[in-house]
Protein backbone atom coordinates (compact mmCIF):
# COMPACT_ATOMS: atom_id res chain seq x y z
CA UNK A 1 0.00 0.00 0.00
CA UNK A 2 1.20 3.38 -0.80
CA UNK A 3 1.16 5.42 2.48
CA UNK A 4 0.57 8.82 0.84
CA UNK A 5 -0.25 9.20 -2.49
CA UNK A 6 -0.19 12.36 -3.53
CA UNK A 7 3.40 12.56 -2.53
CA UNK A 8 4.56 9.29 -3.55
CA UNK A 9 3.15 9.38 -6.68
CA UNK A 10 3.93 12.75 -7.51
CA UNK A 11 4.78 13.16 -11.33
CA UNK A 12 8.37 14.56 -12.13
CA UNK A 13 8.01 17.81 -12.52
CA UNK A 14 5.96 18.85 -9.75
CA UNK A 15 8.28 16.71 -7.26
CA UNK A 16 10.99 19.41 -8.83
CA UNK A 17 8.63 22.65 -8.03
CA UNK A 18 8.15 21.36 -4.69
CA UNK A 19 11.94 20.59 -4.04
CA UNK A 20 12.91 23.92 -5.27
CA UNK A 21 10.90 25.29 -3.42
CA UNK A 22 11.61 23.84 0.09
CA UNK A 23 15.59 23.88 -0.69
CA UNK A 24 15.33 27.63 -0.96
CA UNK A 25 13.67 28.58 2.45
CA UNK A 26 15.89 26.00 3.59
CA UNK A 27 19.18 27.85 2.64
CA UNK A 28 17.85 30.75 3.94
CA UNK A 29 17.12 29.78 6.93
CA UNK A 30 20.08 27.77 8.22
CA UNK A 31 21.69 31.27 6.81
CA UNK A 32 19.85 33.28 9.02
CA UNK A 33 20.11 31.12 12.02
CA UNK A 34 23.66 29.21 11.97
CA UNK A 35 26.90 31.30 11.75
CA UNK A 36 28.64 28.25 11.15
CA UNK A 37 26.73 27.97 7.86
CA UNK A 38 26.89 30.94 6.90
CA UNK A 39 30.67 31.29 7.24
CA UNK A 40 31.18 28.39 4.93
CA UNK A 41 28.57 30.39 2.46
CA UNK A 42 30.39 33.13 2.83
CA UNK A 43 33.85 31.58 2.39
CA UNK A 44 32.39 29.40 -0.67
CA UNK A 45 30.91 32.34 -1.88
CA UNK A 46 27.35 31.47 -2.39
CA UNK A 47 24.42 33.33 -0.95
CA UNK A 48 20.74 32.25 -0.31
CA UNK A 49 19.97 33.95 -3.52
CA UNK A 50 22.09 32.36 -5.92
CA UNK A 51 20.18 28.85 -5.68
CA UNK A 52 17.53 29.68 -8.46
CA UNK A 53 17.46 25.91 -9.47
CA UNK A 54 17.69 22.21 -8.41
CA UNK A 55 21.12 22.11 -10.04
CA UNK A 56 22.56 25.39 -8.10
CA UNK A 57 22.56 23.01 -5.26
CA UNK A 58 26.19 22.32 -6.42
CA UNK A 59 27.05 25.60 -5.44
CA UNK A 60 26.94 25.11 -2.34
CA UNK A 61 29.34 23.95 0.07
CA UNK A 62 29.32 19.74 1.60
CA UNK A 63 28.84 18.89 5.26
CA UNK A 64 30.64 16.50 6.67
CA UNK A 65 30.86 14.60 9.99
CA UNK A 66 34.01 16.96 10.63
CA UNK A 67 31.81 20.19 10.77
CA UNK A 68 29.37 18.37 13.30
CA UNK A 69 32.09 17.40 15.48
CA UNK A 70 33.16 20.76 15.66
CA UNK A 71 29.74 22.01 16.91
CA UNK A 72 29.53 19.12 19.39
CA UNK A 73 26.82 19.13 20.39
CA UNK A 74 24.19 21.45 19.47
CA UNK A 75 25.92 23.80 17.46
CA UNK A 76 24.09 23.24 14.29
CA UNK A 77 20.70 23.27 15.83
CA UNK A 78 18.18 25.85 13.74
CA UNK A 79 16.13 26.27 16.20
CA UNK A 80 16.36 27.31 20.25
CA UNK A 81 16.32 24.38 22.66
CA UNK A 82 12.56 24.97 23.69
CA UNK A 83 11.49 24.30 20.57
CA UNK A 84 13.71 20.74 20.29
CA UNK A 85 11.43 18.10 22.14
CA UNK A 86 14.28 14.40 21.27
CA UNK A 87 17.79 14.56 20.89
CA UNK A 88 19.59 11.24 19.08
CA UNK A 89 22.87 10.66 19.21
CA UNK A 90 25.48 8.27 17.26
CA UNK A 91 27.44 6.01 19.03
CA UNK A 92 30.67 7.03 17.30
CA UNK A 93 33.08 4.66 16.91
CA UNK A 94 35.63 7.19 16.40
CA UNK A 95 35.58 10.03 18.15
CA UNK A 96 32.85 12.62 19.71
CA UNK A 97 29.38 10.77 18.77
CA UNK A 98 27.01 13.26 16.87
CA UNK A 99 24.48 14.63 18.20
CA UNK A 100 20.91 15.41 16.53
CA UNK A 101 17.82 16.93 17.35
CA UNK A 102 14.10 16.93 16.44
CA UNK A 103 11.29 19.68 16.54
CA UNK A 104 7.55 18.34 17.36
CA UNK A 105 6.92 18.61 13.67
CA UNK A 106 10.24 16.93 12.82
CA UNK A 107 8.73 14.05 14.80
CA UNK A 108 5.51 13.78 13.07
CA UNK A 109 7.57 14.10 9.60
CA UNK A 110 9.85 11.15 10.30
CA UNK A 111 6.84 8.90 11.71
CA UNK A 112 5.30 9.72 8.26
CA UNK A 113 8.71 8.44 6.53
CA UNK A 114 8.47 5.53 8.81
CA UNK A 115 4.45 5.10 8.09
CA UNK A 116 5.26 5.66 4.52
CA UNK A 117 8.32 3.10 4.37
CA UNK A 118 6.60 0.55 6.43
CA UNK A 119 3.73 0.64 4.41
CA UNK A 120 5.80 -0.08 1.19
CA UNK A 121 7.46 -3.51 3.24
CA UNK A 122 3.30 -4.45 3.01
CA UNK A 123 2.76 -3.24 6.71
CA UNK A 124 -0.88 -2.67 8.07
CA UNK A 125 -2.67 -1.54 11.25
CA UNK A 126 -4.08 -5.15 11.35
CA UNK A 127 0.11 -5.97 12.06
CA UNK A 128 2.00 -7.04 15.24
CA UNK A 129 5.06 -5.36 14.79
CA UNK A 130 8.07 -6.72 16.96
CA UNK A 131 10.41 -4.08 17.36
CA UNK A 132 13.57 -5.16 17.96
CA UNK A 133 16.11 -2.53 16.94
CA UNK A 134 17.28 -0.55 19.94
CA UNK A 135 15.68 1.93 22.05
CA UNK A 136 18.16 4.66 23.18
CA UNK A 137 20.39 7.25 21.70
CA UNK A 138 19.97 5.05 18.36
CA UNK A 139 17.43 6.36 16.24
CA UNK A 140 16.14 2.52 15.04
CA UNK A 141 14.00 1.58 18.02
CA UNK A 142 12.18 4.90 18.59
CA UNK A 143 12.50 5.87 14.89
CA UNK A 144 10.38 2.56 13.81
CA UNK A 145 7.77 2.70 16.55
CA UNK A 146 6.15 6.15 15.88
CA UNK A 147 6.05 4.79 12.20
CA UNK A 148 4.40 1.60 12.86
CA UNK A 149 2.24 3.54 15.58
CA UNK A 150 0.99 6.10 12.76
CA UNK A 151 0.04 2.97 10.80
CA UNK A 152 -2.38 1.92 13.63
CA UNK A 153 0.05 -1.51 14.78
CA UNK A 154 0.29 -2.99 17.56
CA UNK A 155 4.00 -2.21 18.62
CA UNK A 156 6.44 -4.50 21.15
CA UNK A 157 8.93 -2.50 21.77
CA UNK A 158 11.39 -5.04 22.72
CA UNK A 159 14.90 -3.50 22.02
CA UNK A 160 17.69 -5.76 21.19
CA UNK A 161 18.79 -8.43 22.93
CA UNK A 162 17.45 -11.58 25.73
CA UNK A 163 16.65 -13.23 22.60
CA UNK A 164 15.17 -16.61 23.87
CA UNK A 165 12.92 -14.25 25.67
CA UNK A 166 12.30 -12.35 22.04
CA UNK A 167 11.53 -15.84 20.48
CA UNK A 168 9.14 -16.61 23.00
CA UNK A 169 7.61 -13.51 23.17
CA UNK A 170 6.93 -13.34 19.08
CA UNK A 171 5.88 -16.96 20.35
CA UNK A 172 3.09 -15.87 22.24
CA UNK A 173 2.07 -12.65 21.01
CA UNK A 174 1.64 -13.77 17.55
CA UNK A 175 4.03 -10.84 16.01
CA UNK A 176 3.63 -10.61 12.23
CA UNK A 177 6.77 -8.32 11.64
CA UNK A 178 10.00 -8.34 12.65
CA UNK A 179 11.84 -5.02 12.64
CA UNK A 180 16.05 -5.10 13.41
CA UNK A 181 19.25 -5.30 12.18
CA UNK A 182 19.93 -8.18 9.28
CA UNK A 183 22.29 -9.44 11.55
CA UNK A 184 20.59 -9.78 14.43
CA UNK A 185 17.53 -11.09 12.38
CA UNK A 186 20.45 -14.24 11.90
CA UNK A 187 20.66 -14.20 15.79
CA UNK A 188 17.32 -14.56 16.21
CA UNK A 189 17.00 -17.84 13.63
CA UNK A 190 19.70 -19.11 15.36
CA UNK A 191 18.40 -18.99 18.82
CA UNK A 192 14.80 -20.23 16.93
CA UNK A 193 16.79 -23.30 15.93
CA UNK A 194 18.47 -23.87 19.38
CA UNK A 195 14.74 -23.43 21.42
CA UNK A 196 13.25 -26.04 18.99
CA UNK A 197 10.98 -23.35 17.58
CA UNK A 198 10.50 -23.85 13.93
CA UNK A 199 9.15 -20.81 11.37
CA UNK A 200 5.52 -22.31 11.10
CA UNK A 201 5.06 -22.06 14.94
CA UNK A 202 5.89 -17.73 14.94
CA UNK A 203 3.23 -15.86 12.86
CA UNK A 204 5.93 -13.64 11.32
CA UNK A 205 5.67 -12.80 7.82
CA UNK A 206 8.16 -9.71 6.94
CA UNK A 207 10.97 -8.63 7.97
CA UNK A 208 12.39 -4.49 7.75
CA UNK A 209 15.80 -4.85 8.16
CA UNK A 210 18.74 -2.20 7.93
CA UNK A 211 21.56 0.09 10.01
CA UNK A 212 23.85 -2.26 8.69
CA UNK A 213 25.24 -3.41 5.34
CA UNK A 214 23.55 -6.83 4.03
CA UNK A 215 24.16 -8.77 0.27
CA UNK A 216 21.35 -10.42 -1.23
CA UNK A 217 22.59 -13.47 -0.38
CA UNK A 218 22.05 -12.42 3.56
CA UNK A 219 18.53 -11.45 2.12
CA UNK A 220 18.12 -14.99 0.69
CA UNK A 221 19.60 -16.60 3.88
CA UNK A 222 17.16 -14.94 6.05
CA UNK A 223 13.82 -15.08 4.24
CA UNK A 224 14.79 -19.44 4.25
CA UNK A 225 15.15 -19.33 8.07
CA UNK A 226 12.51 -17.00 9.15
CA UNK A 227 10.27 -17.77 6.25
CA UNK A 228 9.49 -14.33 5.29
CA UNK A 229 9.89 -11.54 2.93
CA UNK A 230 13.11 -9.60 4.27
CA UNK A 231 12.51 -5.92 2.94
CA UNK A 232 15.91 -3.57 3.27
CA UNK A 233 15.37 0.17 4.57
CA UNK A 234 18.02 2.83 4.91
CA UNK A 235 18.53 5.87 7.01
CA UNK A 236 21.39 7.81 8.79
CA UNK A 237 21.10 10.07 12.29
CA UNK A 238 22.23 12.94 10.60
CA UNK A 239 19.14 13.06 8.07
CA UNK A 240 16.93 11.75 9.93
CA UNK A 241 17.18 7.59 11.25
CA UNK A 242 15.25 4.59 9.18
CA UNK A 243 12.72 6.46 6.66
CA UNK A 244 14.95 7.58 4.10
CA UNK A 245 14.72 5.06 1.67
CA UNK A 246 12.89 1.96 1.40
CA UNK A 247 12.24 -1.10 -0.77
CA UNK A 248 9.03 -1.88 -1.92
CA UNK A 249 7.24 -5.09 -1.52
CA UNK A 250 6.24 -5.89 -5.12
CA UNK A 251 9.96 -4.90 -6.95
CA UNK A 252 12.60 -5.80 -3.95
CA UNK A 253 14.80 -3.71 -6.04
CA UNK A 254 16.61 -0.75 -5.08
CA UNK A 255 15.02 1.55 -1.98
CA UNK A 256 13.06 4.30 -3.25
CA UNK A 257 14.41 7.77 -1.69
CA UNK A 258 11.85 10.12 0.31
CA UNK A 259 12.43 12.82 -2.15
CA UNK A 260 10.00 15.50 -1.60
CA UNK A 261 11.87 15.37 2.06
CA UNK A 262 15.25 14.40 0.98
CA UNK A 263 17.79 15.74 -1.75
CA UNK A 264 19.80 12.83 -3.05
CA UNK A 265 23.19 13.57 -4.81
CA UNK A 266 25.59 11.06 -6.16
CA UNK A 267 29.47 12.55 -6.25
CA UNK A 268 32.51 11.01 -7.28
CA UNK A 269 34.35 9.50 -3.88
CA UNK A 270 37.85 11.11 -4.70
CA UNK A 271 37.02 14.62 -6.14
CA UNK A 272 33.39 15.05 -4.75
CA UNK A 273 32.50 16.23 -8.37
CA UNK A 274 28.62 15.25 -8.78
CA UNK A 275 28.47 12.18 -11.08
CA UNK A 276 26.30 11.32 -14.17
CA UNK A 277 23.10 9.32 -13.50
CA UNK A 278 23.46 5.61 -12.32
CA UNK A 279 27.26 6.16 -11.98
CA UNK A 280 28.37 4.42 -8.76
CA UNK A 281 29.78 6.91 -5.65
CA UNK A 282 28.94 9.04 -2.40
CA UNK A 283 25.50 9.46 -1.39
CA UNK A 284 25.10 13.13 -0.29
CA UNK A 285 21.89 14.28 1.18
CA UNK A 286 20.22 17.78 1.92
CA UNK A 287 16.98 17.92 4.19
CA UNK A 288 14.56 19.97 2.62
CA UNK A 289 11.83 19.76 5.43
CA UNK A 290 13.80 19.50 9.07
CA UNK A 291 13.50 22.35 11.27
CA UNK A 292 16.03 21.80 14.07
CA UNK A 293 18.45 19.80 12.62
CA UNK A 294 18.58 20.53 8.64
CA UNK A 295 21.60 19.31 6.28
CA UNK A 296 22.98 20.42 3.61
CA UNK A 297 24.57 18.50 1.04
CA UNK A 298 25.67 15.81 3.58
CA UNK A 299 28.46 13.46 2.56
CA UNK A 300 27.30 10.17 3.67
CA UNK A 301 30.45 8.43 2.77
CA UNK A 302 27.37 5.64 1.69
CA UNK A 303 28.22 4.40 -1.95
CA UNK A 304 25.33 3.69 -4.32
CA UNK A 305 23.77 5.15 -7.40
CA UNK A 306 20.59 6.75 -8.56
CA UNK A 307 18.53 4.49 -10.65
CA UNK A 308 15.68 6.55 -12.36
CA UNK A 309 13.12 3.55 -13.95
CA UNK A 310 9.60 3.94 -13.38
CA UNK A 311 8.80 1.43 -10.63
CA UNK A 312 6.03 -1.47 -10.85
CA UNK A 313 5.05 0.03 -7.56
CA UNK A 314 3.97 3.03 -8.73
CA UNK A 315 6.30 5.57 -6.35
CA UNK A 316 8.00 8.37 -8.83
CA UNK A 317 10.73 8.54 -6.71
CA UNK A 318 14.05 7.41 -7.37
CA UNK A 319 15.34 3.96 -6.38
CA UNK A 320 18.99 3.19 -5.03
CA UNK A 321 20.73 0.07 -4.91
CA UNK A 322 21.35 -1.46 -1.53
CA UNK A 323 24.36 -0.05 0.26
CA UNK A 324 26.76 -2.02 0.09
CA UNK A 325 29.85 -0.19 1.61
CA UNK A 326 31.05 3.16 2.68
CA UNK A 327 33.93 4.80 1.78
CA UNK A 328 35.26 4.71 5.06
CA UNK A 329 35.23 0.68 5.73
CA UNK A 330 36.74 -0.11 2.61
CA UNK A 331 40.14 -1.94 3.06
CA UNK A 332 43.07 -1.49 1.01
CA UNK A 333 45.05 -4.33 0.91
CA UNK A 334 48.28 -4.44 -0.53
CA UNK A 335 46.77 -1.88 -2.81
CA UNK A 336 43.39 -3.71 -3.56
CA UNK A 337 40.43 -2.09 -2.59
CA UNK A 338 38.22 -4.58 -0.41
CA UNK A 339 34.57 -4.13 0.89
CA UNK A 340 33.73 -6.73 3.63
CA UNK A 341 30.47 -7.09 1.85
CA UNK A 342 32.33 -8.62 -1.10
CA UNK A 343 33.71 -10.98 1.16
CA UNK A 344 30.03 -11.52 2.43
CA UNK A 345 29.18 -12.18 -1.05
CA UNK A 346 31.70 -15.15 -1.50
CA UNK A 347 31.23 -16.83 2.14
CA UNK A 348 27.46 -16.88 1.17
CA UNK A 349 27.57 -18.75 -1.49
CA UNK A 350 29.93 -21.96 -0.07
CA UNK A 351 27.55 -24.54 1.31
CA UNK A 352 28.24 -25.57 5.01
CA UNK A 353 29.47 -21.65 5.72
CA UNK A 354 27.54 -19.75 8.59
CA UNK A 355 26.57 -16.10 7.84
CA UNK A 356 28.59 -15.23 10.75
CA UNK A 357 32.31 -13.37 9.63
CA UNK A 358 34.86 -11.23 10.81
CA UNK A 359 37.79 -9.94 8.99
CA UNK A 360 40.73 -9.41 10.70
CA UNK A 361 43.84 -6.68 9.06
CA UNK A 362 47.67 -6.99 10.43
CA UNK A 363 50.23 -5.38 9.47
CA UNK A 364 53.28 -7.49 9.39
CA UNK A 365 56.63 -4.85 8.81
CA UNK A 366 55.06 -2.99 5.52
CA UNK A 367 52.95 -5.70 4.45
CA UNK A 368 49.03 -5.54 5.45
CA UNK A 369 47.62 -9.05 5.68
CA UNK A 370 43.72 -10.50 5.93
CA UNK A 371 42.43 -13.11 8.04
CA UNK A 372 38.59 -14.21 7.55
CA UNK A 373 37.15 -15.61 10.08
CA UNK A 374 34.36 -17.60 9.80
CA UNK A 375 31.93 -20.03 11.07
CA UNK A 376 30.84 -23.30 9.66
CA UNK A 377 27.97 -25.62 10.38
CA UNK A 378 28.13 -28.21 12.99
CA UNK A 379 28.57 -31.14 10.42
CA UNK A 380 31.02 -29.27 8.69
CA UNK A 381 32.93 -28.40 11.96
CA UNK A 382 32.75 -32.21 12.92
CA UNK A 383 33.68 -33.77 9.95
CA UNK A 384 37.57 -34.53 8.86
CA UNK A 385 39.85 -32.39 8.57
CA UNK A 386 40.18 -33.03 4.92
CA UNK A 387 36.91 -31.24 4.17
CA UNK A 388 37.37 -28.25 6.05
CA UNK A 389 40.80 -28.13 4.71
CA UNK A 390 39.22 -28.86 0.93
CA UNK A 391 36.27 -25.65 2.60
CA UNK A 392 39.16 -23.01 3.63
CA UNK A 393 41.17 -23.43 0.10
CA UNK A 394 38.07 -22.99 -1.67
CA UNK A 395 36.94 -20.06 -0.10
CA UNK A 396 40.54 -19.05 -0.05
CA UNK A 397 40.09 -19.42 -4.16
CA UNK A 398 36.70 -17.82 -4.65
CA UNK A 399 38.00 -14.62 -2.62
CA UNK A 400 41.53 -14.30 -4.95
CA UNK A 401 39.54 -15.06 -7.75
CA UNK A 402 37.35 -12.05 -7.31
CA UNK A 403 39.61 -9.57 -5.27
CA UNK A 404 42.94 -10.76 -6.44
CA UNK A 405 44.12 -11.00 -2.94
CA UNK A 406 45.39 -13.96 -0.69
CA UNK A 407 43.44 -14.39 2.44
CA UNK A 408 44.06 -16.51 5.33
CA UNK A 409 40.92 -18.80 6.01
CA UNK A 410 40.19 -19.75 9.76
CA UNK A 411 37.05 -22.09 10.27
CA UNK A 412 35.78 -21.67 13.50
CA UNK A 413 33.36 -23.83 15.48
CA UNK A 414 29.40 -22.98 15.58
CA UNK A 415 28.79 -20.01 17.76
CA UNK A 416 32.22 -19.06 18.73
CA UNK A 417 32.45 -15.44 16.79
CA UNK A 418 30.80 -12.48 19.09
CA UNK A 419 27.16 -12.07 18.18
CA UNK A 420 25.35 -8.62 17.56
CA UNK A 421 22.39 -7.14 19.24
CA UNK A 422 22.53 -4.44 17.19
CA UNK A 423 24.95 -3.44 14.40
CA UNK A 424 27.68 -6.02 13.60
CA UNK A 425 30.99 -5.43 13.77
CA UNK A 426 32.45 -7.34 10.62
CA UNK A 427 36.11 -5.87 10.18
CA UNK A 428 39.09 -5.42 13.02
CA UNK A 429 42.32 -3.88 11.67
CA UNK A 430 44.71 -4.15 13.89
CA UNK A 431 47.22 -1.88 11.62
CA UNK A 432 48.32 1.50 13.23
CA UNK A 433 47.49 3.70 10.31
O1 LIG B 1 21.41 3.14 11.31
C1 LIG B 1 19.41 4.45 11.04
C2 LIG B 1 18.64 3.22 10.75
C3 LIG B 1 18.04 2.54 11.80
C4 LIG B 1 18.48 2.76 9.45
C5 LIG B 1 17.30 1.39 11.56
C6 LIG B 1 17.73 1.64 9.19
C7 LIG B 1 17.13 0.95 10.24
P1 LIG B 1 23.07 5.52 12.03
O2 LIG B 1 23.28 4.77 13.28
O3 LIG B 1 23.35 6.97 12.01
O4 LIG B 1 21.56 5.41 11.58
O5 LIG B 1 23.91 4.80 10.91
C8 LIG B 1 23.81 5.20 9.57
O6 LIG B 1 24.29 2.96 8.76
O7 LIG B 1 25.29 5.80 6.88
C9 LIG B 1 24.95 3.40 6.57
O8 LIG B 1 26.36 3.31 6.52
C10 LIG B 1 24.41 2.35 7.51
N1 LIG B 1 23.12 1.87 7.05
C11 LIG B 1 21.89 2.24 7.49
N2 LIG B 1 20.93 1.55 6.81
C12 LIG B 1 21.57 0.75 5.92
C13 LIG B 1 21.15 -0.20 4.95
C14 LIG B 1 20.88 4.23 11.31
N3 LIG B 1 19.88 -0.52 4.74
C15 LIG B 1 24.68 4.34 8.69
N4 LIG B 1 22.12 -0.81 4.21
C16 LIG B 1 24.51 4.69 7.23
C17 LIG B 1 23.42 -0.53 4.38
C18 LIG B 1 22.96 0.97 6.07
N5 LIG B 1 23.87 0.33 5.30
Known sequence: ???????????????????????????????????????????????????????????????????LRKNYPFGLFTVPLERVVRIHASS????????VGYTKRDISMWAEMMARSLSAAGVTKSDIVHNAYGYGLFTGGLGAHYGAEEIGCAVIPISGGNSKRQIQIMKDFGSTVL????????????????????????????????????????????????????????????????????????????????????????????????????????????TLTKEAFPVIRYRTKDISHLIRDVCTCGRSFYRMPKVTGRTDD???????????????????????????????????????????????????????????EGLGKKIQNDIKDLLGISAKIKLVEPKSIQRSEGKAKRVIDNRKL
Request: hydrophobic share 40%; aromatic share 6%.
Open 92 to 99: GTTGQPTV
Open 179 to 286: LSTPSYALNLADTMAEMGVKPSDLKLRVGVFGAEPWSEQMRQEIEKRLQIKAIDIYGLSEVLGPGVAIECVEEQHGLHIMEDHFLAEIVDRDTFEPLPVGEKGELVFT
Open 1 to 67: MIWNEKQETMPREELEVVQLRRLQAQVERIYATVPYYRQKMNDAGVSPGDIKTLADIRRLPFTTKED
Open 330 to 388: MLIIRGVNVFPSQIEEVLMKCEGVEPHYQIVVEREGSLDSIEVQVEVSEEVFSDEVKVL
